[in-house]
């Protein structure tokens, strides 16, 4: 997208909140497509595939929303603790790491597919909170919006400040706007979920997840991850009433 594209979209929000009286809406007006699926795919399933194979099947602006959880070394690199895989870790180092150039592919492809006003959830760690993230965004119509902290309520590793949160970025898709789009109201910003029975080295919150896809999304609607994990999202998306498409390495 070019910089003069980007800078018709922001005259065209700042237009839209000018006629508005409020940028508020609990109605949603932007609706997804009819997605024709391929044979491979199976709708609330999870799918052992990689995830750019996955993504390739989708055709463009198709889906309302997806979530990343971006399987990067990130601050545990940084930190060189050294016992990582034997006292510590070993079933987050036992993953498959993706490279920075595999991030951006992945989020380069969410942008292909996801339809204009589409949402992205990107977790990340505070590694990559203080360096930034958006290299991984060149060349695509997603932009920052928002983001919610998750506190784990378990304390984690740390040489100085220990660990308990991690961070959801809301990027959204071009045209940025909230009314008639975003139609929940009752997610804070800071948001306590905890998870008792962790299965997996990436469990993210299936409530936070549940309400955010309410938020911006119909029942009915596909919600798409591409490297689920624990698939966290599957179960998240099946308690709004919607459909899970995604997948794992691991399956």
């Not at 399987?71 to 034997?86: F, P, W």
């Not at 993706?98 to 969410?110: D, N, Q």
């Not at 400040?161 to 929940?184: D, I, M, S």
């Amino acid at each position: 997208m070019t910089t003069s594209t980007i800078q018709l979209f922001d005259q065209i929000d700042m237009t839209i909140d000018t006629l508005t009286t409020s940028v508020f809406s609990k109605n949603r007006t932007v609706e997804a497509p009819d997605l024709p699926l391929s044979p491979r795919l199976k709708a609330n399933s999870r799918l052992k595939m990689d995830g750019l194979e996955f993504l390739g099947m989708l055709p463009n602006d198709s889906v309302p929303v997806a979530f990343l959880d971006p399987q990067y070394r990130g601050i545990l690199d940084k930190l060189s603790y050294g016992n990582e895989g034997e006292d510590r870790g070993k079933a987050r180092s036992a993953l498959q790491q993706m490279p920075e150039e595999t991030i951006s592919e992945f989020v380069g492809e969410i942008d292909r597919v996801l339809i204009p006003s589409g949402h992205l959830f990107l977790w990340l760690d505070k590694f990559h909170l203080g360096v930034g993230f958006r290299q991984w965004l060149e060349g695509t119509a997603l932009d920052i919006v928002d983001m919610v902290t998750w506190d784990k309520e378990r304390m984690g590793m740390g040489y100085r400040t220990r660990r308990v949160a991690e961070y959801c970025f809301v990027l959204q898709k071009y045209p940025r706007r909230a009314k008639g789009v975003w139609k929940l109201h009752t997610i804070t910003d800071v948001w306590r979920e905890k998870i008792t029975a962790k299965t997996h080295p990436h469990c993210k919150p299936v409530e936070l997840q549940g309400q955010l896809i309410a938020a911006v999304s119909n029942e009915g609607d596909y919600v798409i991850d591409p490297a689920a994990g624990s698939f966290s999202v599957l179960e998240a998306a099946v308690s709004q009433r919607r459909l899970f498409l995604g997948c794992d390495l691991e399956g």
